[in-house]
């Protein structure tokens, strides 16, 4: 027998009405959303202030001074151009890596499905830990790498310590990293294409070149983007790795936004300049991000319409 729908909810022995339950069960989200926002225009307000926390007599408005002097400060422009290199180069090496692996382990077999969960390890290590491991490898006196490298004629290679290879070296830490998580990705994409049109390329004999740049990757571009925005928006942000190996160094070869902004908020004391930092990063992400997503939406809009 169908059991008669009350007018209300009993939770916890009170009666809720159908009209404050949608507002009770979305309270915790807005909770999350305050607790996010609060801190947010609390970085707008310091990041229009002259405020060091070594002289908080001196604090007051500037309006706009401290992202009038970024135009003028080569330190900005060296951390702009670091972060979005060290973006560029680590996503896209990435994405090249994590494609080819998922092509290698795209036929489901008992072998594939133990080699892509051992490929996950590396993304289940926390990035600061992997980072000190690293360094470990790299120590030019004992470490494992160092020695490698000796052996190819290598000798002393400097890996974090020199300017001209620490950018080489923490973005080889990011691959092994987060490789995986683009490669789990991007397999989930070609293990639910369609078999159809491969089936057919098939039996057509058509050349698996052909196959791959005029099927596989056109149906594979929306996971394609996907993996792309969250490892860009995560690597213009990186900080853990970056500062653990290097603290920025050396000199300022690898200061990117977050540790730029680090460095100036507990070094220097200047909030106002590290907040404006943080803000012109979440304008920068902002961008990226809808980007990103207006592209996903009109492929998404054109497989509709070719369907």
Not at 260 to 288: C, K, P
Request: glycine fraction near 6%; hydrophobic fraction near 50%; charged fraction near 10%.
């Amino acid at each position: 027998m169908a059991s008669v729908t009350q007018p209300g909810a009993r939770t916890g022995g009170f009666r809720i009405s159908k009209r404050v339950l949608p507002y009770v069960l979305s309270l915790p989200a807005l909770l999350v959303c305050i607790g996010i926002l609060i801190p947010f225009f609390t970085a707008v307000v310091y990041s229009f202030q002259r405020y060091r926390l070594s002289q908080p007599w001196a604090r007051q408005f500037n309006w706009g001074e401290n992202y009038l002097n970024f135009f003028t400060d080569p330190g900005f422009w060296n951390t702009l151009r670091i972060s979005l290199l060290y973006a560029g180069v680590t996503v896209g090496l990435e994405l090249l890596l994590g494609l080819g692996i998922a092509l290698l382990l795209q036929r489901r077999s008992t072998i594939n499905n133990f080699i892509s969960i051992m490929l996950l390890l590396p993304l289940m290590t926390a990035p600061a830990l992997a980072a000190l491991m690293w360094k470990l490898m790299t120590n030019p006196g004992f470490g494992i790498l160092s020695y490698f490298a000796s052996l190819i004629g290598l000798e002393n290679f400097r890996w974090a310590s020199s300017p001209d290879t620490a950018l080489l070296t923490v973005v080889l830490v990011d691959i092994w990293v987060y490789t995986p998580f683009i490669m789990i990705l991007l397999l989930a994409g070609l293990r639910s294409l369609p078999t159809q049109p491969f089936e057919a390329a098939a039996l057509d004999g058509v050349p698996r070149t052909f196959v791959f740049f005029r099927i596989t990757l056109p149906m594979l571009t929306p996971y394609i983007l996907t993996a792309t925005l969250f490892r860009l928006l995560d690597s213009i942000q990186q900080f853990d790795i970056i500062y653990a190996m290097t603290q920025g160094g050396p000199g300022d070869t690898l200061t990117v936004f977050q540790v730029e902004a680090y460095l100036n908020f507990f070094q220097s004391t200047n909030v106002g300049r590290s907040a404006a930092l943080l803000i012109i990063l979440w304008a920068i992400t902002y961008i990226l991000s809808n980007v990103f997503i207006k592209n996903w939406l009109r492929l998404r809009e054109r497989a509709r319409g070719e369907a």
